[in-house]
Structure formats: structure tokens, C-alpha cells
């Protein structure tokens, strides 16, 4: 058996008590979840949530990605004008 109980504090006007408390209560056997589509729209939300946040991670991969190709292709074309100049340079030098 399962019991619940609440009270709710209402503001009375102009009477001598300010407040009163109303009281509810409810006793019952077992119970069954009357609003099952509540729950599936929880899951529901949660799933999208989830699809959301993994193509927020991949777009975030993919764009790092990119990043690191665009630096690798920097860094190459650097190290490439590098070595080309010191080669001219090497070229004045000694040829």
C-alpha cells in the first residue's frame, strides 16, 4: 500500500489568520503510469539530444581536421621554401 501527502499554504484576505494550510492525502495498492507518452517523449528528447551532441563532435573532428591539414600544408610549403633557399644559397656559395 502506498500512501501520499501534501499541504498547500493559501493567503486568505481579510480574515484574522493570514494563511491557511490545505491538506490533501491519497492512499492506494500498486500503481501503473497513466501517461506513458510523457516517458517516450523523454526519450525521445534525450535521443535527439544525443544525435545533436554526436554531430557537434563530428563537425568539431571534421573541422580540427581540416585545420591540421591546412597547418601540415603550411608547414610543408615552409619547410620546402626553406630548403629551396638554402639550396640557392649553398648554390652562391660554392658554385
Excluded: C
Excluded at 501534501?6 to 503510469?33: C, M, N, T
Excluded at 517523449?41 to 554526436?54: D, G, I, L, S
Excluded at 597547418?71 to 615552409?78: E, F, K, R, V
Amino acid at each position: 500500500m502506498y500512501t501520499e501527502a501534501d499541504g498547500l499554504w493559501v493567503h486568505l484576505q481579510r480574515e484574522a489568520q493570514p494563511f491557511y494550510e490545505l491538506k490533501s492525502g491519497i492512499a492506494y495498492e500498486g500503481y501503473r503510469r497513466l501517461f506513458s507518452k510523457a516517458k517516450e517523449t523523454k526519450e525521445t528528447k534525450e535521443a535527439e539530444e544525443a544525435e545533436e551532441a554526436k554531430e557537434a563532435k563530428e563537425a568539431e573532428e571534421e573541422r580540427y581536421s581540416l585545420v591540421n591539414k591546412l597547418t601540415n600544408g603550411y608547414i610543408a610549403i615552409l619547410l620546402t621554401m626553406t630548403i629551396r633557399m638554402k639550396i640557392l644559397a649553398f648554390e652562391r656559395e660554392f658554385l
